[in-house]
């Protein structure tokens, strides 16, 4: 039963929970015992919520008490360590925080308590959630359930290690580049990055500047995304980003009165993918027009204009920086080698900077006219399957190329704010998971959870997990 339990989706567990087929107690249990027996090995879980079975109990009591619960109700949640959690350390991955304990919940914390999850722990990043794989000096360095010599991705590479590994079900994250979407991909669970500012940033490191931020979920299954989005959108009255009217599109959606318009691209300027990588691809892109999609081939010429990766390091060097700077100063002797680089970045003149923005415009236009035509694109998250341990540079299809590449088909829609979802139907020849990203026009989250939900459907790899 307890193997059932650890790789049940949350909206399964919250159904066991409800009919009385399990309880609180026993739910959470096994989730912890998981945790006791794999996270050793992995080191995705950095803090283990003390009360968390004090607070299945009290779950199970209200339930047999006949008291109205939410839809999470006694489903045992992990948060990234980047998330205020009131009375649980949020140390942001780095010794500068060392003890931090906040008083409040960070506003999607509180959101998915409030449906009645429980918290049981929070996941490991790289320090200030600002680099590709989850190490700093802090916590630790986590492995990939799939293979212990990979990383999970960075920076919510704790959190996709723990839903991979059965620690947990149903977590909380967050993306300025690729952090939600590539460690998704790297471990195979399904992630979200809904339209920027439909969920608040409020009470999540860094605080400013928060343009390219974005928060999502992460989970084992389209449904489990769909419910945590549909708690999580909405406005909070403190973060300005975040306005849009919390009944605005959150949910499923049904299919549209005609066939569904999908274009698919694995390069289009966005610099080269794995030929694996790029298989996937097309094996989805097929597989829906195979169920009656619109399909086509595709290139988006504003990409092949403005590289979205050279703008968003033009400008985060200049954002990002002097927020950067000012937590670290006094503190450079405990700081990360990666938080140390993005101190060195040389810093991105004036003028370079308004051209990067008139760039982002161009690339929103791009965007634009792409999502006029077609209802979704389908891309790669990552251009490599997971990759070994400190990255530097590296070779795809013939290429040499730094290691943030990995990042360059992610990048485009934190600069535009477009949503996007990661999830896996492939995998690669040494048996790694390989993930496809589905984006669509701003506020169009419906339509790439529907279409997730079918490419879930016809998914080759669905239901697998890694041997730990």
Not at 68 to 96: N, Y
Request: with cysteine.
């Amino acid at each position: 039963m307890a193997d059932e339990l650890i790789y049940a989706d949350a909206s399964k567990l919250a159904e066991l929970i409800r009919i009385g087929k399990v309880s609180c107690v026993e739910v959470v249990q096994a989730h912890l015992d998981r945790i006791e027996a794999v996270n050793p090995r992995l080191n995705a879980i950095v803090t283990l919520v003390d009360g968390a079975l004090e607070a299945a109990k009290a779950a199970d009591d209200k339930l047999a008490a006949g008291a109205e619960v939410g839809p999470l109700h006694g489903v045992p949640i992990t948060v990234k360590d980047s998330f205020d959690t009131a009375g649980v350390l949020t140390q942001r991955g780095s010794p500068i925080f060392a003890g931090r304990v906040p008083d409040t919940d960070a506003t999607a914390v509180a959101r998915i308590k409030g449906a009645g999850a429980i918290l049981i722990a929070k996941t490991n990043l790289p320090e200030f959630s600002y680099w590709i794989e989850s190490d700093n000096l802090l916590t630790g360095r986590t492995n990939n359930p799939w293979d212990l010599n990979r990383s999970p991705g960075g920076s919510s590479g704790g959190e996709s290690a723990s839903i991979a590994a059965g620690m947990s079900p149903l977590g909380l994250a967050s993306d300025l580049s690729i952090s939600v979407r590539g460690p998704a991909a790297d471990t195979g669970v399904v992630s979200f990055k809904p339209t920027h500012g439909r969920i608040p940033m409020t009470g999540i490191w860094p605080r400013e500047p928060r343009r390219n931020w974005h928060v999502g979920p992460m989970a084992r299954s389209i449904r489990d995304i769909a419910l945590a989005y549909k708690l999580l959108a909405g406005p909070d009255g403190a973060d300005g980003f975040s306005t849009t009217p919390p009944e605005f599109d959150t949910g499923l959606g049904s299919a549209p009165n005609r066939a569904l318009r999908v274009g698919w691209l694995v390069d289009s300027g966005l610099g080269p993918t794995d030929p694996e990588v790029a298989a996937t691809v097309r094996a989805a892109a097929e597989a829906l027009q195979t169920a009656g999609a619109q399909v086509d081939a595709v290139s988006i010429p504003a990409f092949e204009r403005d590289n979205p990766l050279e703008l968003w390091t033009k400008l985060s060097t200049m954002e990002v920086k002097p927020a950067f700077n000012q937590v670290t100063a006094g503190h450079e002797d405990q700081m990360f080698t990666y938080s140390k680089f993005v101190q060195g970045i040389p810093d991105t003149s004036i003028e370079d900077f308004v051209l990067a923005e008139q760039a982002v415009e161009r690339l929103r236009d791009g965007m634009a006219e792409c999502f006029h035509k077609y209802d979704v694109l389908l891309l790669p998250v990552t251009t490599i399957p997971a990759h070994k341990h400190q990255l530097g540079d590296f070779t795809v299809d013939g290429r040499t190329m730094g290691a943030f590449h990995v990042s360059s088909t992610t990048v485009p829609f934190n600069l535009t704010g477009h949503p996007a979802l990661s999830m896996r139907f492939g995998t690669s020849s040494d048996g790694m998971p390989i993930a496809v990203q589905v984006a669509a026009n701003l506020h169009a989250e419906s339509t790439i959870l529907h279409t997730a939900a079918l490419l879930e459907t016809l998914s080759p790899v669905r239901d697998q997990h890694p041997a730990l």
